[in-house]
């Protein structure tokens, strides 16, 4: 039962990020963006994997916590980009 509980939360989180991932990519900047979030979810989600690893419970769940990995990775890439971009927009307007 527990696992299900897990699979609903990864679910439910799961969902956002590719929402978010092109929400990123479409905006072309970081504005509104939280990189210290993004990082900690990012770790949340490494200790979740190391749990399952340590736990010797290596089941369809890991898969998830893979998925939402990914995702938060690539958020996190278009956040450089996007900052780069807001950086090149502020040094043309002379900001």
Known sequence: MAEIFETLMLVCF??????SVVKSYKS???????LMF?????IGYIFGICS????????YVLVLYIIN???????ILLYVRN???DMEAAYENGI
């Not at 072309?28 to 939280?34: D, L, M, N, V």
């Not at 993004?38 to 990012?42: C, D, G, R």
């Not at 340590?54 to 089941?59: E, P, S, T, Y």
């Not at 990995?69 to 958020?75: A, P």
């Open 38 to 42: 993004e990082l900690a979810i990012f």
């Open 52 to 59: 399952k690893f340590m736990a010797g419970n290596i089941n």
């Open 14 to 19: 799961g969902l956002s990020w590719p929402i």
């Open 83 to 85: 900052r780069r971009y």
């Open 28 to 34: 072309c900047t970081a504005q509104g963006k939280s």
């Open 69 to 75: 990995l990914v995702m938060v990775s690539t958020d």
